[in-house]
């Protein structure tokens, strides 16, 4: 069994340094690890950010899968063409993004993702759900448990969500998903989510010719979470509970910005934080961009 720990399970891993979380986008609107290789990092966006140059957009849309595609043969990140695609032009719900070859395909805190290009598939998936702004990192939770489920419908394999962002083999806890959740608030709200997902195809038992059927069936359970977000985040946090093979195991969390904190994982809330238990009895909650790293121990 591999070591379940950030940047573990047979993955490189590289760090842009600690407490990088990512790239903060603002609203041009002015509305406004345990194994993971490339745990995928929140931002959150407001109006009050300065304004920000997004890529231009220089391809076809085209409809599949019942939603509006785009689909480039190189870019930064898939993140990053779907946010542009997002701010720059009401990209609608559902709008989905696929990158061949990601320049710089980073996750949670910076870190890289180093599976080869022509060995994963890249996907960002826009959503414009009706959350409260306390329930936003849910989106995190539909992330995984959408990745699991397509993956696992395609490649036959028992999967399981791994918090905060992985999804692993159930029997092994090899990694085979990673997931990121970038969040953009409107006043009281949150105005956007964009979802990026990127699969370890061999991992899966798959080749690249089966990219497309792994695709419509993580767009397709994409859309099905979606639908329990219509009553809150309590669905989708239940959801996920279902699939995660961390609870139960007495894991130590080493916390941004420093310190770190140890007891057995119990349960995952609405918010994506995971709720440890102390011997005593104590329970605390840890959120998703307060992990350094984590190991089972």
């Known amino acids: 069994m591999a070591d379940p720990t950030i940047g573990a399970a047979g993955h490189e891993v590289s760090d842009s340094g600690p407490g990088d979380s990512g790239t903060t986008v603002p ?3 002015g509305a406004g690890a345990t194994p993971p290789p490339g ?8 109006s009050t950010a300065s304004p920000t140059v997004f890529p231009q957009l220089q391809t076809e849309t085209v409809e599949r899968f019942g939603r509006p595609m785009r689909q480039f043969p190189v870019a930064v990140t898939s993140e990053a063409m779907a ?17 061949d070859t990601e320049i710089r395909p980073s996750g949670l805190h910076g870190r ?11 996907c960002s998936i826009v959503l414009r759900p009706v959350l409260k702004m306390d329930e936003a990192d ?17 490649s036959g394999r028992p999967l399981s969500t791994w918090w905060p962002d992985a999804v692993v083999d159930s029997a092994t806890r090899e990694q085979v998903a990673a997931v990121r959740a970038e969040i953009q608030l409107g006043p009281g709200r949150v105005k956007s989510g964009i979802l990026t997902l990127r699969f370890d195809l061999p991992a899966l038992g798959l080749d690249a010719s089966r990219k497309d059927e792994l695709l419509e069936a993580v767009v397709r359970a994409i859309d099905a979470a979606s639908e329990e977000l219509t009553g809150g985040a309590v669905g989708a946090a239940a959801a996920y509970e279902k699939r995660c093979a961390l609870l139960g195991n007495r894991v130590m969390i080493r916390l941004l910005p420093k310190g770190e904190t140890r007891g057995t994982a119990r349960r995952i809330d609405r918010a994506a934080r995971l709720e440890l238990e102390s011997p005593s009895g104590i329970i605390e909650k840890v959120g998703v961009d307060q992990v350094r790293d984590m190991k089972v121990v």
């Not at 849910?138 to 395609?154: D, I, R, S």
Request: with cysteine; net charge negative; charged share 15%.
């Open 39 to 46: 745990g995928f990092g929140r931002s959150r966006s407001q």
């Open 83 to 99: 946010l542009a695609w997002a701010n720059q032009e009401e990209a609608p719900h559902g709008a989905t993004v696929i990158v």
């Open 138 to 154: 849910c989106l995190w939770l539909v992330a995984a448990w959408a990745a699991a489920e397509g993956a696992e419908a395609v």
């Open 112 to 122: 890289l993702w180093k599976i080869p290009a022509g060995d994963s598939l890249a």
């Open 27 to 29: 609203d041009p609107a």
